[in-house]
């Protein structure tokens, strides 16, 4: 059954679903990567494909910026489409020295500024993290394939243009690895709703180091790492 934002029929879309927050990236993914591929949803361009990798049913679709974005399209396809398994696959800015440019993270868990959970009305705070299960697959796909990877906290901010130059700093000072935009949601989703999500990203670009940031082109194309391990583990 289609919902406002995604026009699939239930049972177009498989147990696993990766999302890159470009639908452009989805695209190349489904194109490349996957067998008897087909497009099934289009909606507001947020392309999404499923098809076979290796013999198992995929999908892939786009979730787009920000933590209304990835709460929207992933809360959808938990409840709605029946996926179990969200891998997000996207990139992030390093705010730790020893993470470079292209080092791919494992995100065991999201700290965010934002007031996502809130809606639960807990009389404290909520550490969102991802299903350990996957998290553990992905390290030993990781590992398996030699790639430089960390495992670590992740910050999801709601703001890409902070006016506050130093914050990225304090995240830093109590070990988060680097700065995004969905994973607190994915995962405070999946763990609302009973679910499983992981997020792999690869290092787009340093606010420490003195590194040549990738293109947009190059992220949508080249981030080749992150990507199999992700369709391994799906």
């Known amino acids: 059954m289609a919902t406002p934002h995604n026009e699939a029929s239930k049972g177009d879309f498989a147990k ?9 990236r989805a695209k190349y993914l489904a194109e490349h990567y996957l067998d008897n591929v087909r497009q099934v949803n289009g909606v ?3 392309l999404a494909y499923t098809g076979t990798y290796k013999g198992k049913e995929v999908s892939i679709m786009g979730s787009g910026m920000g933590m209304p974005s ?4 992933s809360y959808e396809l938990y409840t709605q489409y029946d996926v179990e398994n969200i891998i997000r696959i996207g990139s992030a800015g390093s705010i730790n020295k020893d993470v470079h440019i292209r080092d791919v993270i494992i995100a ?29 697959k992905a390290v030993c796909e990781a590992k398996k394939k030699q ?7 992740i910050v999801s901010s709601d703001l890409f243009y902070h006016a506050d130059v130093e914050a990225s700093g304090r995240w830093s000072n109590v070990g988060c690895l680097a700065v995004e ?20 990203l690869t290092i787009s ?3 420490v180091n003195d590194e040549q940031e990738t293109t947009a082109q190059e992220r949508e194309r080249t981030f080749t790492d992150m990507m199999e391990v992700a369709l391994e583990i799906a």
Not at 70 to 73: E, K, P, S, T
Not at 147 to 153: D, E, K, M, P, S
Not at 181 to 200: C, D, P, R, V
């Open 108 to 136: 065991q868990g999201a700290c965010t500024d934002s007031a996502w959970a809130h809606q639960y009305e807990l009389p404290g705070t909520f550490s969102a993290i991802s299903s350990y299960d996957l998290l553990e």
């Open 70 to 73: 990835i709460g929207i399209y």
């Open 44 to 46: 507001r361009g947020m």
């Open 205 to 207: 670009d340093s606010l």
């Open 147 to 153: 790639i430089h990877y960390h495992v670590g906290n």
């Open 181 to 200: 935009m969905e994973s607190y949601a994915l995962f405070a989703n999946a763990a609302y709703l009973g679910k499983k999500a992981l997020t792999l």
């Open 16 to 24: 696993t679903v990766l999302m890159p927050g470009d639908p452009l």
